[in-house]
C-alpha cells in the first residue's frame, strides 16, 4: 500500500486518478503524475502499479537523516519478463531548478531499485505529454464505456473487409446515413482503445487516421 496520503494541496493539483491497475489508490499531487497514471492505467504491458511504494532513509554526509519516496512502482505483465519499475516523475524545469538537491535523492534511489531487482527510471513532461497521451485520455473515455454488440461486430467486419482504411471510409462503408455513422463511431474508438483495432496513436488521431484490425 502507499507510504503516505497526499493531502489536498491549494497550490498544486491533488487528487486520486480513476484506476483499475492501481494498488490502493491512485493518488497524485501534480497535473503531471495524473497525466503519468493514465499512461500506465492504458498501457497494455502494465499489470499493476502503486504510488509512493517505498520510503527510502538516509543520512547525509552531516549527519541529518534524509528520506526520498519515489512517485511509483510499476509492475509489468508476466510474458515481458520485465523486472519492477521504480519511476521519479518530474518536469524539465524543475529537474533544472533543483538538480543539487535532486540529485542526492535519485542516487538512493538508485541504489534502492537495485538492492530490490528493480529498475530506477526519471520521466519528465517531455516523455509524457506527447500527441501520445492526447490520444490515451481520449481513449480512455471509451474504453469501459457499454457499446451495442452489434455495432462493435459490424465494425470489425467492414475493418476486416477494407484492409486498412480511415476512420472516416471505415464509417462511410458502414452506413451512408449520417445519424448511423455517429452511433458507429464511439465503436471504432472503443475498440482502439480496448486494443482490437490498430492506429498509429503517436500521430493524433482525427477522423483521417488510418485503422485496421490487428493481425
Not at 493518488?27 to 527510502?56: G, H, M, N, T, W
Not at 538516509?58 to 519499475?85: I, N, T
Amino acid at each position: 500500500m502507499p507510504v503516505r496520503k497526499i493531502p489536498k494541496n491549494y497550490r498544486n493539483v491533488t487528487g486520486i486518478a480513476a484506476q483499475t491497475k492501481a494498488i490502493g489508490e491512485a493518488q497524485f499531487e501534480s497535473p503531471l503524475e495524473r497525466d503519468f497514471i493514465a499512461l500506465l492505467e492504458f498501457s497494455p504491458e502494465v499489470a499493476r502499479y502503486e504510488v509512493q511504494p517505498v520510503k527510502i532513509e538516509w543520512k547525509d554526509a552531516q549527519g541529518k537523516p534524509r528520506y526520498y519516496r519515489p512517485d511509483v512502482r510499476v509492475e509489468f505483465c508476466d510474458e515481458l519478463k520485465r523486472p519492477p519499475w521504480l519511476y521519479e516523475v518530474k518536469c524539465r524545469d524543475d529537474l533544472r531548478a533543483h538538480w543539487d538537491e535532486l540529485r542526492s535523492k535519485f542516487r538512493q534511489g538508485i541504489r534502492y531499485a537495485r538492492k530490490q531487482g528493480w529498475v530506477f527510471h526519471l520521466v519528465s513532461d517531455v516523455e509524457i505529454r506527447t500527441p501520445y497521451l492526447t490520444n490515451v485520455r481520449f481513449l480512455l473515455g471509451y474504453r469501459n464505456r457499454t457499446i451495442p454488440k452489434a455495432s462493435i461486430e459490424a465494425v470489425l467486419h467492414a475493418s476486416e473487409r477494407l484492409g486498412e482504411a480511415s476512420v472516416e471510409q471505415l464509417l462511410q462503408d458502414l452506413s451512408d446515413d449520417p445519424w448511423q455513422q455517429a452511433e458507429y463511431l464511439p465503436a471504432i474508438w472503443y475498440l482502439i482503445a480496448n486494443w482490437r483495432l490498430h492506429a498509429d496513436l503517436q500521430q493524433t488521431l482525427t477522423m483521417a487516421s488510418p485503422i485496421r484490425r490487428f493481425a
